[in-house]
Structures are given as structure tokens and as C-alpha cells.
T-cell receptor, first 116, second 112 residues
Framework: GAVVSQHPSRVICKSGTSVKIECRSL??????MFWYRQFPKQSLMLMAT?????????EQGVEKDKFLINHASLTLSTLTVTSAHPEDSSFYIC????????????FGPGTRLTVL | KQEVTQIPAALSVPEGENLVLNCSFT??????LQWFRQDPGKGLTSLLL?????REQTSGRLNASLDKSSGRSTLYIAASQPGDSATYLC???????????FGKGTTLSVSS
């Protein structure tokens, strides 16, 4: 199998706080992970590409100082939303590629972030 | 820049109907294309993956076709069931090892 988990599944926080979301590949090593964001009734938009052991590559318009990504191991990538504001409320989904295979991405179940 | 359009945005059918979901993309130089299912408030379930060299893929009642030169893919669902109700997303990737580009999806409702 190829299972990707995310934690937490749902988080509510106050404006100005920071929130960390974890993405784990449970039964495979993932050299590359992707972080997407999905607003209601919208498509998934790529935020950044995370490669193990190197700095993440951010998409245009995504603030790297606000959305901190760390891919410290082959099975874990974290996304930290710093100083969260209500407009950051969204559904965050990660995906992982299995080893050297570049064909299929395996997606996590997503994290619903609500900033009050 | 790759843009993905899915038509229709929403579709309601009675149980048992065969149906077709359409996906078009602006840049035909894709590496592969995936179809996903997303249930409300949930993550993505991969349905079918078509390589750029392939014309179609089948899994059970699902059949996905790819016409790369015209920038189109279709997802055919046979004998639809209420459990098929979900949003279906089309997502090509432009290069090996790169992120997917998603359409907004087609929200399907199958009534019993």
C-alpha cells in the first residue's frame, strides 16, 4: 500500500497563533511531498514542493515566511502557518511520491484549518 | 501555464445511468493525467492514472480516456450508483515528479 496521513485532521485557532500540520508517508519513503490548499468550491492549488533535506520551492504568491515547510525525513513533512489570520482558513492537503516513482501521487486526508 | 477545465460543474442523474465527465487542459505536453474522487470535506481518492502514451484506462465501472493532442480526457461511469456521488477531479502533470494541476471538478449526485 501507499498511505499518507495528516495530523491534525481539523484545527481551530485564534488569529495570530501558529499552527503546525504534519504529513507522513506511513509505509513508504517519499523524497518529494507537495502541499496544496483548497478553498470552498475551488480547485486544489499547489502551495509548495517539499524535497527531503532541502528548502521547499514555493509557488508564486505563496509567502514562504508565512507558510514554513520542513521536510526533515523521508517520511515526514510539516507545514506551519505562522501568525494565522481568518483568510488562511482553508483545507490543506499534502501528497507524496513513492521513492523514485514519479507516476503516482498519494494524497493525505487533509487538514481543515479554521482561524477565528 | 496549464489550465484545467471540467464540464459540467455539476451533474444530477438517476441511479443506473451511464455518464461522461469531461476535462480539458490547455497545454497538451503532459506527462500523465489522474482522475480523483473527493467526498465532501475529505481528501482525494485516486481513481485512474493515464500515462501520456496511453489512450485509456479502466477500473471496474470506470473508464478514462485521453486525447493528448486535443487536450481532452473523459471519465466514463457505467451504471451509476448513489455511492458514486462525489466531486470528481481531473489533474494532469506536466513533467515527471512535478505537482498536479487540478480542475474545479464535477460534482456528481446520483439519486436512488
Amino acid at each position: 500500500g501507499a498511505v499518507v496521513s495528516q495530523h491534525p485532521s481539523r484545527v481551530i485557532c485564534k488569529s495570530g497563533t501558529s499552527v503546525k500540520i504534519e504529513c507522513r508517508s506511513l509505509d513508504f519513503q517519499a523524497t518529494t511531498m507537495f502541499w496544496y490548499r483548497q478553498f470552498p468550491k475551488q480547485s486544489l492549488m499547489l502551495m509548495a514542493t517539499s524535497n527531503e533535506g532541502s528548502k521547499a520551492t514555493y509557488e508564486q504568491g505563496v509567502e514562504k515566511d508565512k507558510f514554513l515547510i520542513n521536510h526533515a525525513s523521508l517520511t515526514l513533512s510539516t507545514l506551519t502557518v505562522t501568525s494565522a489570520h481568518p483568510e488562511d482558513s482553508s483545507f490543506y492537503i499534502c501528497s507524496a511520491m513513492k521513492g523514485t516513482s514519479t507516476d503516482t501521487q498519494y494524497f493525505g486526508p487533509g487538514t481543515r484549518l479554521t482561524v477565528l | 501555464k496549464q489550465e484545467v477545465t471540467q464540464i459540467p460543474a455539476a451533474l444530477s442523474v438517476p441511479e443506473g445511468e451511464n455518464l461522461v465527465l469531461n476535462c480539458s487542459f490547455t497545454d497538451s505536453a503532459i506527462y500523465n493525467l489522474q482522475w480523483f474522487r473527493q467526498d465532501p470535506g475529505k481528501g482525494l481518492t485516486s481513481l485512474l492514472l493515464i500515462q501520456s502514451s496511453q489512450r485509456e484506462q479502466t477500473s471496474g465501472r470506470l473508464n478514462a480516456s485521453l486525447d493528448k493532442s486535443s487536450g481532452r480526457s473523459t471519465l466514463y461511469i457505467a451504471a451509476s450508483q448513489p455511492g458514486d456521488s462525489a466531486t470528481y477531479l481531473c489533474a494532469p502533470s506536466n513533467q515527471a515528479g512535478t505537482a498536479l494541476i487540478f480542475g474545479k471538478g464535477t460534482t456528481l449526485s446520483v439519486s436512488s
